[in-house]
């Protein structure tokens, strides 16, 4: 093992000395420098070891003394980052995703190859805003695949709530979703608007445009799978709904570290396939109706929130009053989001958006008109 590593060694020196010490002077001087000094410690010292029986000893410090040959070689590949480069990387970069909204718009895009982050409270509408613009981003860029990887939610409850929200049709204010289910099970087609969702979902689910998993796959499962869609399809964003739920086959006894893992691998798979990731979060309650969404509200976060691109916070104020007590009567209520960090742009923006509950659209205040119409029952189907 020993000779073998010297004889490396020694053919990695004779292999900038072929290209000659004009072309990198610097390196080839440390590297002869390294070369001399190196191979006369791997002599003395490694055949100490080798008389002894130490042979892992020898392996690790034959290891460690190459080790520096290796960074001295990768130094020949270093170059400035240069205007043409930087011209290059821009003229070929794709532009960031819109959300739909364009209240929201004004001041972000999803940015691609990194880490969106869509954090809030329970039953704030985390999942919610995630569900909202997804569908818009299905809408909105016809050529490309979305997935949505669900660690809370079956399958068949994100299918029916995305005809819901296609249709935008309220069968009934408090159990819409269970009018819905019962619709769909005795085959019922007799509403236009209903009958065009159905049409729409088979449509991009056939097509294989969006693509709604409950498998709830490992880190590294997940990675494969992300790795076979990237390759097969031209995919535009791929949601992960949350992060807190995610489990690695790289176990430790702490949670926190485990969730670095997870995102540090995340951020590397975003940039390797060159995809957008939007990934939920979930915050901390809090009990204060008045406070608002804050980054170190991200339970367990590791770094989740130091790796992310951007982190939009997702606050319902009604909900908050209703943890107090106060029954929520509202069709339609107000959802704030907030971007929280923001590496292309301004933070601190606070945007309200229009949730209209019973067929889970959140809609710009942009639409407001729309909004009234919707509210005085125009779409209000009793059956």
Known sequence: MFYIVFINAQARFFTMENNGPNNHEDEYSQARSLLENGLQELLEYG????????????????????????????????????????????????????????ALDKHIRIPQEQITIVAGQPSHGKTTIMMNLLLNMVNNYPNQTFLFFSYEENSKHLAIKSLMNF??????????????????????R????????????????????LWLLDH????????????????????????IDYVQKMKSKHITMDRHKDLQYISNELLMAAKSMKV????????????????????????????????????????????????????????LI????????????????DVVLRFDRPVLKIRDFSNINALDTYAGGQKLHML
């Open 190 to 209: 007799s509403i236009p608007e209903v009958n065009n969702a159905i049409q729409k979902l088979q449509l991009i689910t056939d097509t294989k445009r």
């Open 334 to 349: 107000d959802l704030t989001v907030s971007v929280l960090k923001n590496r292309n742009g301004s933070v601190n923006q």
């Open 47 to 102: 055949s100490q070891l080798l008389k002894k029986k130490k042979f892992k000893e020898l392996n690790k410090f034959v290891k460690e003394k190459t080790r520096s040959l290796d960074k001295i070689e990768g130094l020949k590949e270093l170059t400035p980052y240069s205007l043409e480069q930087l011209c290059h990387e821009i003229n070929e970069e794709k532009e960031g995703l819109k959300t739909g909204w364009p």
């Open 276 to 331: 957008p990731l939007i990934i939920g979060a979930q915050l901390e309650k809090s009990k204060d109706a008045a406070e608002k969404v804050k980054l170190d509200q991200l339970r367990d976060s590791g770094d989740v929130e130091q790796d992310a691109n951007l982190i939009l916070g997702v606050y319902n104020k009604a909900m908050q009053k209703a943890r107090a007590g106060v029954k929520i009567s509202d069709r």
């Open 167 to 188: 249709s935008e049709v309220c069968l009934d204010e408090a159990s819409n979703f269970s009018r819905f289910e019962d619709l769909i099970k005795k085959g019922d």
């Open 216 to 239: 709830a796959p490992s880190l590294e499962d997940l990675l494969d799978e992300l790795s076979y869609f990237t390759s097969e399809f031209n995919v535009g964003g791929i949601f």
